[in-house]
């Protein structure tokens, strides 16, 4: 018995090596990986917000890198606007500052789902009156193949759409079928079958939105029934004076909220509802 007391301490101290060890390599290892979040949508992941409202404080971290292919509903790109981008890179420099992440963002103001859709078809897209638009998917796969290094690893599709569907009642309809097939479709191009998918629930107040209910509600189906998708709630954020898009202080927070989501993510808590 004595003998045994006397490996006890042996094998503690061994025991908290090991664990040092294991620790010491994670934050190594957590230093060389490269994160990379995909960020879809429409107007509000185009982003509404004004630059001169982040002033000189308010910059991407260093450890982000932010490849931005976005364009307003007339197909050009503005460079005093911003999107949730800032937002999340505020929380994730923060949680993890030793971790590399790249955001690359495709999103068209006015969209819809059949824009998006994988099997793209020209005369489905002239229902939503944007046909100009053209083939969205096969774009941003084109874009992240040709841009996003192999080595990577995908860490997240964060999505922020809807708005358009919500109008057009041929869309609308078919709106949680058209993102289940959307999903399913990312992850197998993407070669991530478990890629976590993180929906901004729509919040658009006009009365010409008339299937707004119905939109939000496949959207929480979706998260409710699919695995690895999660959805973020957005009815509390500021808006513009259309009550559709979200104002500066609306996108720092929608970008935050998005950010606390993949931190769960990142840690492993599986979380299919934030509530503020």
């Not at 045994?4 to 301490?9: Q, R, T, V």
């Not at 971290?61 to 790109?77: C, E, G, M, Q, T």
């Not at 859709?117 to 897209?125: D, H, M, N, R």
């Not at 119905?214 to 690895?228: E, G, L, R, T, Y």
């Amino acid at each position: 018995m004595n003998k045994l007391l006397l490996w006890i301490p042996f094998w503690s101290c061994l025991l908290l090596w090991s664990l040092v060890g294991c620790k010491t390599a994670n934050k190594e290892a957590d230093k060389t990986k490269t994160y990379v979040i995909y960020m879809g949508g429409q107007s509000n992941m185009v982003g509404q917000g004004r630059k001169s409202y982040l002033g000189d404080s308010i910059k991407l971290s260093p450890n982000v890198k932010f490849l931005d292919y976005s364009l307003d509903a007339s197909l050009k790109k503005s460079d005093y606007k911003f999107g949730p981008e800032y937002g999340m890179s505020q929380v994730l420099s923060k949680s993890f500052p030793n971790s590399k992440f790249i955001f690359i963002k495709f999103a068209i103001g006015g969209a819809s789902l059949l824009d998006w859709a994988p099997e793209y078809s020209k005369e489905k897209a002239e229902v939503t009156g944007h046909p100009e638009f053209g083939d969205m998917y096969s774009r941003f796969i084109d874009k992240i193949k040709k841009d996003i290094p192999s080595e990577s690893f995908p860490l997240a599709f964060l999505w922020m759409q809807g708005e358009r569907d919500a109008v057009v009642p041929v869309a609308g309809k078919e709106y949680e079928e058209n993102l289940d097939h959307l999903i399913r479709s990312f992850r197998r191009d993407l070669n991530a079958v478990k890629l976590p998918f993180v929906i901004g629930i729509i919040d658009p107040k006009p009365e010409r939105y008339v299937l707004r209910e119905h939109v939000i509600q496949a959207q929480k189906d979706i998260a409710k029934d699919m695995p690895n998708v999660f959805v973020i709630e957005t009815s509390d954020l500021p808006k513009m004076k259309d009550q559709v898009h979200y104002d500066s202080k609306g996108q720092m927070d929608l970008g935050r909220r998005f950010g606390q989501q993949i931190e769960k993510i990142l840690k492993k808590k599986e979380h299919k509802i934030i509530s503020f």
